[in-house]
């Protein structure tokens, strides 16, 4: 079965600092790219960090951007997303998603062919 188990949420003050992680299993982790989506209470989801299948290309949301760091680590079939100078704002429901090595579009989560459980993010003032 393919799995894409997130972790690592919890409550910080504002500007502190949280390590989120999304362990994959089921599918060839190599041949996938990872992105990071959140929805915050009564908004949308919205793309906040992806990286390329191989580890070779990340890019992230303008609202995270020098904040959030993604790696990836193929021996454990994991990616992180260390997040940094946390905001209230960033108060959301993270979730990882994966998408096959191709034409897609990583801020698109109808191209993504696989979700994982999300993992709350609550920053307080």
């Known amino acids: 079965d393919v799995q894409l188990q997130a972790s690592g949420g919890g409550l910080v003050q504002a500007g502190g600092s949280l390590r989120l992680s999304c362990v994959a299993s089921g599918f060839t982790f190599d041949d996938y790219a990872i992105g990071w989506f959140r929805q915050a209470p009564g908004k949308g989801r919205e793309g906040v960090s992806y990286?390329?299948?191989?580890?070779?290309?990340?890019d992230y949301a303008d609202s995270v951007k020098g904040r959030f760091t993604i790696s990836s680590d193929s021996a454990k079939n994991t990616v992180y997303l260390q997040m940094n100078s946390l905001k209230p704002d960033d108060t959301a429901v993270y979730y990882c998603a994966a998408a096959l090595e191709g034409d897609y579009d990583p801020w698109d989560e109808e191209d993504m062919d696989y979700w994982g459980t999300g993992t709350l993010v609550t920053v307080s003032s």
């Open positions: 990286i390329s299948a191989g580890g070779g290309s990340t």
